[in-house]
């Protein structure tokens, strides 16, 4: 079976469905594939995002895909220093939502439907050819083989994108760069505030954080990422630990296992070529600091829906008509992920006693928001040593 479009999604996370919602929505034909018989599942993530993010991209918070509002983070050290950051002492700019990824990503994925994407499930990209006036996708389609000819393919396939690569793009992630991740969803949780997100750092977690992302009144995401540049055990062997010594897991249980890679160096350079974009993990759109990366994921592919219909509509599909989507990006999410690479480098050289030192003089410090640019400058106010390494950052 052959199939022709103008623009053919590859992966319907949230970045591809955005992208193909946004695309049908600007006046393309367009196609979103998924290799999975369910989208969204199994999860890949803690689920955490800002709800003004959600907003800003015409995305109404629906009671159907939110767990948990969250209305603040606890920051906890080697030592257990708690710095609790929450709507009881601050202003937040915004509140937060825990995903049921699950439904969420389903609910992109009609929505791009309603906008008139074609979607395809349980189809399994296995090559790409470049042809004159575009790109022909090769796929199993539930044991068919089809072909998918496309003037541009946005590939939205996650870290290690195997269509970037197949079209001729450097697009993925250096092993150094690459967070090993493991996490449970648990019942049984004693929280101390189930309604704010947890942090640990230090030794617990080498090269990343441990979490501990509230679903409900005892249920969580309990999850961890680790550099393996920096630790010879398993992300889940550092994650057993931790739950096993925290008093607030020790009598969870498990009820489901996720593990992922989460690309934490920054976005790649090379996001477009000729006839062909690259969105959400695949590109890097993960913040290096925080690990985060739903609702940057969402607006790579907002951007990049809307300049494959302006391609289409313009009839060129250059890397040169495409490099609109470079400088969106670059220009709206990239501009600060320099600033979190480097400040993530710097957390990363301290030592326990070292981050026990900051989170001491972080709970003498008055906060009025939260967001990783206010904890660079925290982190500059506090420590000496941060003001050499991050003072010219901001």
């Given at each position: 079976m052959e199939y022709k479009t103008d623009v053919l999604v590859v992966g319907a996370g949230p970045s591809g469905s955005l992208a193909a919602r946004e695309a049908a929505l600007h006046g393309a034909e367009v196609i979103l594939i998924d290799l999975k018989s369910e989208i969204g599942s199994p999860k890949r993530c803690a689920e955490g995002v800002s709800k003004q993010g959600l907003i800003d991209l015409g995305i109404q918070p629906d009671p159907r895909w939110i767990a948990r509002k969250s209305n603040g983070v606890r920051l906890v050290s080697p030592d257990q220093t708690s710095v609790w950051l929450s709507?009881?002492?601050?202003?937040?700019?915004?509140?937060?939502?825990v995903l049921e990824r699950k439904v969420f990503d389903k609910h992109m994925a009609m929505d791009a439907a309603r906008a008139g994407a074609k979607i395809m499930i349980k189809t399994r990209a296995t090559s790409l050819e470049r042809v004159d006036d575009g790109i022909i996708v090769t796929a199993d389609k539930m044991g068919e083989e089809i072909k998918i000819h496309a003037h541009i393919v946005i590939a939205a396939d996650g870290p290690g994108s195997r269509i970037g690569r197949w079209a001729g793009l450097d697009c993925n992630t250096k092993f150094d760069n690459m967070e090993s991740c493991v996490q449970y969803e648990m019942a049984g949780l004693e929280m101390e505030n189930n309604n704010v997100i947890q942090l640990y750092f230090g030794s617990v977690a080498p090269g990343g954080y441990t979490w501990i992302f509230p679903k409900g009144e005892d249920i969580a995401n309990v999850g961890i990422g680790v550099l393996k540049t920096h630790t010879d055990k398993t992300a889940i062997e550092h994650l057993d630990e931790f739950i096993?010594?925290?008093?607030?897991?020790?009598?969870?249980?498990?009820?489901?296992?996720?593990?992922?890679?989460?690309?934490?160096?920054?976005?790649?350079?090379?996001?477009?070529?000729?006839n062909?974009?690259?969105?959400?993990?695949?590109?890097?759109?993960?913040?290096?600091?925080?690990?985060?990366?739903?609702?940057?994921?969402?607006?790579?592919?907002?951007?990049?829906?809307?300049?494959?219909?302006?391609?289409?509509?313009?009839?060129?599909?250059?890397?040169?008509?495409?490099?609109?989507?470079?400088?969106?990006?670059?220009?709206?999410?990239?501009?600060?992920?320099?600033?979190?690479?480097?400040?993530?480098?710097?957390?990363?050289?301290?030592?326990?006693?070292?981050?026990?030192?900051?989170?001491?003089?972080?709970?003498?410090?008055?906060?009025?928001?939260?967001?990783?640019?206010?904890?660079?400058?925290?982190?500059?106010?506090?420590?000496?040593?941060?003001?050499?390494?991050?003072?010219?950052?901001?």
């Open positions: 709507e009881d002492t601050i202003d937040l700019p915004e509140s937060g939502y096993k010594n925290c008093p607030e897991t020790q009598h969870a249980q498990a009820v489901e296992i996720n593990v992922g890679g989460d690309p934490v160096g920054g976005l790649i350079k090379e996001r477009v070529g000729d062909i974009l690259v969105v959400g993990d695949a590109a890097g759109f993960v913040n290096p600091l925080t690990g985060g990366g739903i609702n940057s994921a969402l607006e790579s592919g907002a951007y990049a829906g809307i300049v494959a219909a302006q391609a289409i509509t313009d009839k060129d599909y250059s890397k040169k008509n495409l490099k609109e989507y470079v400088k969106l990006t670059d220009e709206n999410i990239g501009e600060n992920y320099d600033k979190y690479k480097k400040a993530k480098e710097y957390l990363l050289s301290l030592d326990d006693d070292e981050l026990n030192k900051i989170a001491h003089e972080f709970v003498k410090v008055d906060v009025d928001e939260i967001s990783p640019r206010t904890l660079i400058k925290l982190l500059i106010k506090v420590s000496p040593k941060a003001l050499l390494k991050l003072g010219k950052l901001f």
